[in-house]
């Protein structure tokens, strides 16, 4: 998704929570602001307060979503079928 390779590049992303679906938002550390639907001045204010921050993406998020792993994860689901 955009939201996980923004962050594989080490850039602060602000998202709304259905934008985030289906990630392991605890690997993300502060890197990862999530904001409710539809709120879009939070949103606004997130993104101001992740441009000042620049919080940094923690190393257990490459570990999680890295290739290595990627392509660990595909084959385990693989060989479910």
Do not use: Q
């Not at 993104?47 to 000042?52: F, G, L, N, Q, S």
């Amino acid at each position: 998704t955009k939201v996980i390779e923004a962050l594989g590049h080490g850039k602060p992303v602000v998202s709304t929570e259905t934008g985030a679906v289906g990630i392991e938002t605890a690997v993300c550390g502060e890197a990862l602001r999530m904001v409710p639907d539809h709120d879009w001045a939070g949103f606004a204010l997130a993104v101001a307060e992740a441009t000042r921050a620049k919080p940094r993406v923690p190393e257990f998020f490459f570990e999680t979503y890295g290739l290595e792993n990627a392509v660990r994860i595909a084959f385990e689901k693989l060989e479910k079928c």
